[in-house]
């Protein structure tokens, strides 16, 4: 991108930056970097059937 299409995406992007660090959800369920999601998602994955595989271990081969 040349500078002014930098600066134009910033112009146009910071009004909602603004208005959410200053109105953040109370609900929101956020969780740490480098984990797999928030606990409710789970819940939301077994009601449809659904289930997110194991985390593993990096290095860690799965048995089986």
């Known amino acids: 991108m040349r500078a002014d299409q930098v600066e134009a995406a910033w ?10 660090n200053a109105n953040p959800p109370g609900d929101f369920a956020n969780y740490a970097g480098g984990m797999w999601g928030p606990d409710s998602t789970q819940g939301l994955m077994v009601q449809q059937g659904h289930s997110w595989p194991s985390p593993v271990e990096l290095g860690e081969r799965p048995k089986g």
């Not at 112009?11 to 959410?20: A, E, F, G, K, Q």
């Open 11 to 20: 112009r146009i992007l910071m009004p909602v930056l603004y208005v959410w």
